[in-house]
């Protein structure tokens, strides 16, 4: 069974930087698409940036175009999620998912594992 594992959460004031970390056991991430999440209370999950498996295309949500940079590191089986310039709209638990296949945008729909989430609290 796959697990992803996220870490790097915490509270944070606006402006500031994060950088999330999500480690993969039980596969091996090269064959999996990977993307980051977001969920904020009373608010539906929300899709923030994926990574194809060579981690040469990238994808984000507009809302974090710019700030966030998605990257993976395959020897380590690892995916990172770097946050800049954070707002309090950022505020969320944040996930790391996966997909099997190749197409970067389809995990935007749906994926195949997801971690358990880690906090990420932006004080303004």
């Known amino acids: 069974q796959v697990q992803l594992v996220e870490s790097g959460g915490g509270l944070v004031q606006a402006g500031g930087s994060l950088r999330l970390s999500c480690a993969a056991s039980?596969?091996?991430?090269?064959?999996?698409?990977m993307g980051w999440f977001r969920q904020a209370p009373g608010k539906e999950r929300e899709f923030v940036a994926a990574?194809?498996?060579?981690?040469?295309?990238?994808s984000y949500a507009d809302s974090v175009k710019g700030r966030f940079t998605i990257s993976r590191d395959n020897a380590r089986n690892t995916v990172y999620l770097q946050m800049s310039s954070l707002k309090s709209e950022d505020t969320a638990v944040y996930h790391c998912?996966?997909?099997?296949?190749?197409?970067?945008?389809?995990?935007?729909?749906?994926?195949?594992?997801w971690g358990q989430g880690t906090q990420v609290t932006v004080s303004s």
């Open positions: 998912a996966s997909r099997r296949g190749i197409a970067v945008f389809a995990i935007r729909s749906s994926a195949d594992y």
């Open positions: 990574i194809s498996r060579s981690g040469e295309i990238t």
């Open positions: 039980e596969c091996t991430i090269s064959d999996y698409v």
